[in-house]
Nanobody
Framework: VQLVESGGGLVQPGRSLRLSCVASGFTFSTYVMSWYRQTPGKERELVALVSSGGGITIYTDTVKGRFTVSRDTSKNTAFLQMNMLKPEDTAVYYC????????????WGQGTQVTVSS
């Protein structure tokens, strides 16, 4: 099993980034895909998730209206479109794959750094 994130970087406040997560080694279409983030000294928190079929999306309150989670089953890829970025969005972002929306992911990516700063 492998989850490989990309798309992180340094961006100014108010700008956008799009994270990608390419999955392999499992049946992508049957797994919930999620995005978490973590800053030093804090627990990893759920940012957004999309159901296996793509019909259900869930967001943490602080990103609602700014972030959009999606998936492309034909490419075994999940995405996190992040708009109107704020300094408080700065974190390492992790992609996760799980069998249930109510439990933490079974598999994790290595993480990608997102830094929002002027």
């Amino acid at each position: 099993v492998q989850l490989v994130e990309s798309g992180g970087g340094l961006v100014q406040p108010g700008r956008s980034l799009r994270l990608s997560c390419v999955a392999s080694g499992f049946t992508f279409s049957t797994y919930v895909m999620s995005w978490y983030r973590q800053t030093p000294g804090k627990e990893r928190e759920l940012v957004a998730l999309v159901s296996s079929g793509g019909g259900i999306t869930i967001y943490t309150d602080t990103v609602k209206g700014r972030f959009t989670v999606s998936r492309d089953t034909s490419k075994n890829t999940a995405f996190l479109q992040m708009n109107m970025l704020k300094p408080e969005d700065t974190a390492v972002y992790y992609c996760g794959a799980g069998s249930s929306r109510s439990r933490p992911p079974d598999y994790w990516g290595q993480g990608t750094q997102v830094t929002v700063s002027s």
